[in-house]
Nanobody
């Protein structure tokens, strides 16, 4: 499955962005989906994940209450709604697809990765 992330850009602190991750070459409903991010000079970190049927979600501590993950399996797309953005949210955001099952917050779970989309939050 190929993943294409989009929706990144420049936004002021306190603003919002919605990222999309469109899948092709496979059926998204078969996969758990995650978003990760990597800031310059830092390791890639978990942001959020949603299981294949959308019935459960997971969030990193730094984004709880501000970010929301959702999916539309009919459109083969996963979304990341980001509100109350902070300068420390500045990163390249990656979507990823992995087999159903445990370990939603672990990068090793995810076999397929998109190319990333840059989010820059100005203060």
């Amino acid at each position: 499955v190929q993943l294409q992330a989009s929706g990144g850009g420049l936004v002021q602190a306190g603003g919002s962005l919605r990222l999309s991750c469109a899948a092709s070459g496979g059926t998204l409903s078969m996969y758990d989906m995650g978003w990760f991010r990597q800031a310059p000079g830092k390791e890639r970190e978990f942001v959020t994940a949603i299981i294949s049927n959308g019935g459960r979600t997971y969030y990193g501590d730094s984004v709880k209450g501000r970010f929301t993950i959702s999916r539309d399996n009919a459109k083969n797309t996963v979304y990341l709604q980001m509100n109350s953005l902070k300068p420390e949210d500045t990163s390249v955001y990656y979507c990823a697809a992995g087999a159903r099952g445990l370990g939603a917050m672990r990068q090793e779970k995810y076999a397929y990765w998109g190319q990333g989309t840059l989010v820059t939050v100005s203060s």
